[in-house]
């Protein structure tokens, strides 16, 4: 996806996804990471692209419904996954699990899109029909797309947007689109949030460290009372819904050349070893949210630096 300003904005509604990956990263498990959906969105963009001259440039999620496989053990206080049980090996014996995180998801995508063909007199819901018809043969986080809540009414339908000129016609599709959307809360990045937390822990911690400063914004954390207060222990007030994300990915090895490393996915393209890299996230509700572009998430790659990552540009610089 490129960095382009969308001109429409495509609304694929209540998307139903069946065992999706919910180990989302070395460190966290939950909602998918991002990359699987800005994944999903490249790949739907190159199965139009035979019928449509258009580019998606970012991709807002919104999730209504959140069901993880997991169960409680009797007399164990932590949740497992529900894992699959595989057939017996030859002698009879147990075969080897590989443990796999599965989670039931109900997501609403918002994809910004731009290209010619937006202005050659294409029907606007054709293409919103025929880029759903394309998601439901898809997957998602690894997990099987098994259908849409659609009807007669047209906040069920998919959707294909122009987005307006005028601020005024921008608020009015923002508030639109945001009353489909509901009830669900819309994931973003939070980027500022944690560098302004990390910088207030090392005021009087030095050694904090950036993952100190993610794990005490996103856990619950539990407060003695001050030495004047006749308040009892109490719970820090949290900024918002705060959850930690992994973002992208980070280089660990140089640059190198196609074909350099062997059994790469592509040996036409340049290779190189890479790990998670992690921030902090926030589920807003998307009536709080004066654009809908603002839930967007965009690419920002930096091969020098060794950094690929995705964001939400305007929640990130948020304090």
């Known amino acids: 996806m490129s960095d382009k300003d969308p001109e429409a904005l495509l609304v694929l509604p209540h998307l139903r996804v069946q065992n999706a990956n919910a180990i989302s990263s070395p460190l966290t498990w939950g909602f998918p990471a991002v990359t699987a959906f800005t994944g999903f969105a490249h790949a739907l963009q190159r199965r139009l692209a035979a019928e449509f001259d258009l580019e998606f440039v970012g991709v807002g999620v919104v999730c209504h419904s959140f069901f993880p496989q997991v169960a409680r053990p009797p007399s164990k206080r932590t949740l497992v996954f529900?894992?699959?049980?595989?057939?017996?090996?030859?002698?009879g014996s147990t075969a080897a699990i590989v443990e796999e995180g599965r989670v039931h998801l109900?997501?609403?995508l918002i994809i910004g899109?731009?290209?010619?063909?937006?202005?050659?007199g294409n029907d606007a819901q054709a293409v919103a029909d025929r880029a759903l018809q394309e998601a439901l043969a898809m997957r998602i986080a690894g997990g099987s797309v098994t259908g849409?809540?659609?009807g007669a009414n047209?906040?069920?339908?998919?959707s294909l947007d122009f987005w307006p000129d005028s601020s005024e016609q921008r608020r009015l599709l923002t508030r639109r689109l945001a009353y489909r959307l509901l009830p669900g809360f819309a994931l973003v990045s939070r980027e500022t949030l944690l560098e302004n937390h990390l910088a207030a822990m090392r005021a009087s911690t030095p050694g904090a460290s950036a993952i100190d400063a993610l794990l005490d914004l996103s856990r619950l954390n539990i407060e003695p009372p001050a030495q004047d207060a006749s308040s009892g222990w109490r719970i820090?007030?949290?900024q918002g819904w705060l959850v930690p994300i992994p973002v992208g990915y980070a280089a660990?090895?140089?640059?190198?050349?196609?074909?350099?490393?062997?059994?790469?996915?592509?040996?036409?393209v340049p290779f190189r070893f890479v790990e998670?890299?992690?921030s902090i996230g926030e589920w807003v509700s998307p009536h709080r949210v004066e654009n809908m572009c603002h839930l967007l998430w965009r690419h920002q790659v930096d091969p020098d630096h060794g950094l690929y990552r995705c964001t939400t540009p305007f929640f990130a610089s948020c304090e």
Do not use: M, W
């Not at 899109?113 to 050659?120: A, I, K």
């Not at 047209?154 to 998919?158: E, F, I, K």
């Not at 660990?252 to 036409?268: C, K, T």
């Open 236 to 238: 820090r007030a949290r």
């Open 113 to 120: 899109v731009c290209g010619n063909d937006l202005y050659t």
């Open 154 to 158: 047209s906040h069920q339908r998919p």
């Open 252 to 268: 660990i090895s140089p640059l190198y050349a196609p074909g350099e490393v062997r059994n790469a996915r592509d040996p036409n």
């Open 148 to 150: 849409s809540v659609t």
């Open 82 to 91: 529900s894992l699959t049980r595989n057939p017996l090996d030859k002698d």
């Open 276 to 278: 998670s890299v992690f």
């Open 106 to 108: 109900d997501v609403s």
